[in-house]
């Protein structure tokens, strides 16, 4: 079985991440992603005001009906700070004998260019096959040439002068995946969520209904014009 790791805070999941999981699956023919959300990450700082619970609610309700989707809550259950490698090391136990090949592990383009900050990540580079996903194309809008060779992708600009921002060089083995760019992410939700914005279709829709239940991201009684 090929299985395709996706860790985040997915706060909340939104369908930029689903997107790009089906891609992953359907286009790289993975047989399982698994969903792997964040207890405590060790580089970012997670808003108090939605529990890890309720983060967790909204992943089950969003892939809810998908076979290839998987939720895996190794981090959850172990607490404290979440690492990768910790989580990769769990999971190479949990699917010995059933996994085929490495494990994919998808980046966006952002964390890739955080990729040296983290714990021990050439032991994550040997053990996953390290798959880059784009997220948006800096400065004009230029299409970026996948046909490329591995790693040419550089520096925020590759040796034919199309952005990626990709930081520094990533230095370690991997594949820069050519998916369809769906241009959302969390912070714009949640922002959009507590300015009184327009944010009903870029999450599921059993998603959209736990926010408005739970009054989650500052969210206040929508306006009514009749």
Same mark, same amino acid.
């Given at each position: 079985?090929r299985?395709a790791i996706?860790?985040?805070s997915?706060?909340p999941?939104?369908?930029?991440?689903l997107?790009?999981?089906d891609?992953?699956a359907?286009?790289?023919?993975?047989d399982?992603?698994?969903f792997?959300?964040?207890?405590i990450?060790?580089h970012?700082? $997670?808003?108090?005001?939605?529990?890890?619970?309720?983060r @967790?609610?909204?992943? *089950?309700?969003?892939?809810?009906? &998908?076979d290839?989707?998987?939720i895996e809550?190794?981090?959850?259950?172990?607490?404290?700070?979440?690492?990768?490698?910790?989580?990769?090391k769990?999971l190479?136990?949990?699917y010995?004998?059933?996994?085929e090949g490495?494990?994919g592990?998808?980046l966006?383009?952002?964390?890739?260019a955080e990729?040296e900050k983290?714990?021990?990540?050439?032991?994550v580079?040997?053990?996953?096959?390290?798959?880059?996903?784009?997220?948006?194309i $800096?400065?004009?809008r230029r299409s970026?040439?996948f046909? @490329?060779p591995?790693g *040419?992708y550089v520096?925020?600009v &590759?040796?034919r002068g199309?952005?990626?921002?990709?930081g520094?060089?990533?230095?370690w083995?991997?594949?820069?995946f050519?998916?369809f760019?769906?241009?959302?992410?969390?912070?714009?939700v949640?922002?959009?969520?507590a300015?009184?914005?327009g944010w009903?279709?870029?999450v599921?829709l059993?998603?959209?209904?736990y926010?408005?239940?739970?009054?989650?991201?500052g969210?206040k009684?929508?306006?009514r014009f009749?």
């Amino acid at each position: 079985m090929r299985i395709a790791i996706y860790g985040g805070s997915f706060n909340p999941i939104h369908v930029g991440h689903l997107s790009l999981a089906d891609d992953v699956a359907t286009t790289l023919n993975y047989d399982k992603i698994l969903f792997v959300p964040t207890f405590i990450p060790p580089h970012k700082q $997670l808003s108090a005001s939605v529990s890890p619970m309720s983060r @967790m609610a909204m992943l *089950e309700s969003a892939i809810a009906g &998908n076979d290839k989707f998987e939720i895996e809550p190794c981090e959850f259950q172990r607490g404290g700070i979440s690492y990768t490698i910790d989580t990769v090391k769990f999971l190479m136990k949990k699917y010995k004998g059933k996994l085929e090949g490495k494990f994919g592990l998808i980046l966006g383009q952002e964390i890739a260019a955080e990729f040296e900050k983290w714990k021990d990540p050439d032991g994550v580079a040997e053990l996953c096959d390290i798959i880059i996903a784009k997220r948006r194309i $800096l400065g004009e809008r230029r299409s970026i040439d996948f046909n @490329m060779p591995r790693g *040419e992708y550089v520096g925020g600009v &590759n040796a034919r002068g199309n952005f990626m921002d990709v930081g520094d060089s990533f230095k370690w083995p991997h594949v820069l995946f050519d998916n369809f760019i769906v241009p959302v992410s969390s912070s714009e939700v949640r922002a959009r969520i507590a300015s009184g914005k327009g944010w009903r279709y870029l999450v599921p829709l059993a998603v959209y209904e736990y926010i408005v239940s739970n009054r989650l991201y500052g969210y206040k009684q929508e306006k009514r014009f009749d």
